[in-house]
C-alpha cells in the first residue's frame, strides 16, 4: 500500500489550496485515511480523520476552515484548506490504517504514510 501527496506550494494569508492524496495498492473505502501536519521543529498533528463518508473529524484550529473528502472510485482523498494562516505553514501527510472504532489521530496509529507536500502560507 502505498500514498502520494500533491498539490502543496506558497500561498499569501486568506489563500486557499487542495491537497491530494492517491492510494495504491487497496481499496481506499477498506482503510481510514488522515491528514496529518508537522511544522518545522515541532511534532506532527493529526488535522482530519476520515473514517467513513458522513464521519470526519478535524483538529479543532481548522474546523471551518479545511475539509476533508475521499472519493472512493478515485482512490483519493482530498484536503480542501481555505482561510490559510502562516501557522498552517508545515509539511502535510496522508495517512492510511486499518477501520477502528477509536477517532483517535495519533501518529503512532497509522502505517501508511506518504513523502508529503510542504505548504507555506506568508504574504
Known amino acids: 500500500v502505498q500514498v502520494v501527496e500533491s498539490g502543496g506550494g506558497s500561498v499569501q494569508p486568506g489563500g486557499s489550496l487542495r491537497l491530494t492524496c492517491v492510494l495504491s495498492?487497496?481499496?481506499?473505502?477498506?482503510?481510514?485515511m488522515a491528514w496529518f501536519r508537522q511544522p518545522y521543529g515541532q511534532e506532527r498533528e493529526g488535522i482530519a480523520l476520515?473514517?467513513?463518508?458522513?464521519?470526519?473529524y478535524y483538529l479543532e484550529s481548522v474546523k471551518g476552515r479545511f475539509t476533508a473528502s475521499q472519493d472512493n472510485a478515485k482512490n483519493t482523498l482530498y484536503l480542501q484548506m481555505n482561510g490559510l494562516k502562516p501557522e498552517d505553514t508545515a509539511m502535510y501527510y496522508c495517512?492510511?490504517?486499518?477501520?477502528?472504532?477509536?477517532?483517535?489521530?495519533?501518529?503512532?496509529?497509522?502505517?501508511?504514510w506518504g513523502q508529503g507536500t510542504q505548504v507555506t502560507v506568508s504574504s
Open positions: 495498492g487497496s481499496s481506499i473505502s477498506s482503510l481510514q
Open positions: 476520515v473514517r467513513s463518508d458522513f464521519d470526519t
Open positions: 495517512a492510511a490504517r486499518r477501520p477502528t472504532w477509536s477517532s483517535s489521530m495519533r501518529p503512532t496509529d497509522f502505517t501508511t
